[in-house]
């Protein structure tokens, strides 16, 4: 059974800093990449880092300069340490497997989402 427990978020002022924990089991965690998301009031859920079983990392437009995910293969957790945060870094984050891809378009219709962890940034 799959379990993707996320944690660490909350109220944080702009220009704050929070790490964002994940643990995971049921998964072979070492055997794939894993990715934050995140899902702003009213949007869809958007990929904002994954990290490949090698530990390269990769980040998207919104965090880039600002975001650093790591894992921890012995532990099976993943985490999000993010700095300079922004109004904008507000939503609920989500952690699972990395997408797939076809071409440049990343696919993460997955079936199973943890409850995720809710960030929001004041000004």
């Known amino acids: 059974q799959v379990q993707l427990v996320e944690s660490g978020g909350g109220l944080v002022q702009a220009g704050g800093s929070l790490r964002l924990s994940c643990a995971t089991s049921g998964i072979a965690f070492s055997a794939n990449s894993m990715a934050w998301y995140r899902q702003a009031p009213g949007e869809e859920r958007d990929l904002v880092a994954m990290i490949s079983t090698s530990g390269s990392t990769i980040y998207f437009d919104s965090v880039k300069g600002r975001a650093t995910i790591s894992r921890d293969n012995a532990k099976t957790m993943v985490y999000l340490e993010m700095k300079n945060l922004k109004p904008e870094d507000t939503g609920v984050y989500y952690c699972?497997?990395?997408?797939?891809?076809?071409?440049?378009?990343?696919?993460?219709?997955?079936?199973?989402w943890g409850q995720g962890t809710q960030v929001t940034v004041s000004s």
């Open positions: 699972n497997l990395g997408p797939t891809f076809v071409g440049r378009t990343p696919i993460y219709n997955f079936d199973y």
